[in-house]
């Protein structure tokens, strides 16, 4: 079993940043992918960033392209993403999400195998 505990979302104003933190724990072992995912309201689910956990390649949404970043502390066993210049389209509940699928490309979306509970993030004026 995996544990995936998600936290740092909060409301601010567009252009403003957040750093978001999901906390891994259980058997990690033979992951390859981990990722964020957001969920607008009324909307589904959609990928945000994936790391690799073999190598750190990382791949993003076009519509998140330049303003946030993934990253990974192996050594705390916690994801991040760096949020800067919000938008009020980045209104969602951020989820992160572990894989194990052995892929070069960031899985599909049903590979995923674990899902952390959801930071709420609300970018409004």
């Known amino acids: 079993q995996v544990q995936l505990v998600e936290s740092g979302g909060g409301s601010v104003p567009p252009g403003g940043s957040l750093r978001l933190s999901c906390a891994a724990s259980g058997y990690l072992t033979g992951r390859n992918w981990m990722g964020w995912f957001r969920q607008p309201p009324g909307k589904e689910r959609e990928g945000v960033a994936s790391i690799a956990i073999a190598g750190g390649s990382t791949n993003y949404a076009d519509s998140v392209k330049g303003r946030f970043t993934i990253s990974e502390d192996r050594a705390k066993n916690t994801l991040y993403l760096q949020m800067n210049n919000l938008r009020p389209e980045d209104t969602a509940m951020y989820y992160c999400?572990?894989?194990?699928?052995?892929?070069?490309?960031?899985?599909?979306?049903?590979?995923?195998?674990?899902w952390g509970q959801g930071t709420q993030v609300t970018v409004s004026s």
């Open positions: 999400a572990v894989a194990y699928t052995d892929t070069h490309v960031p899985p599909a979306m049903w590979e995923w195998s674990y």
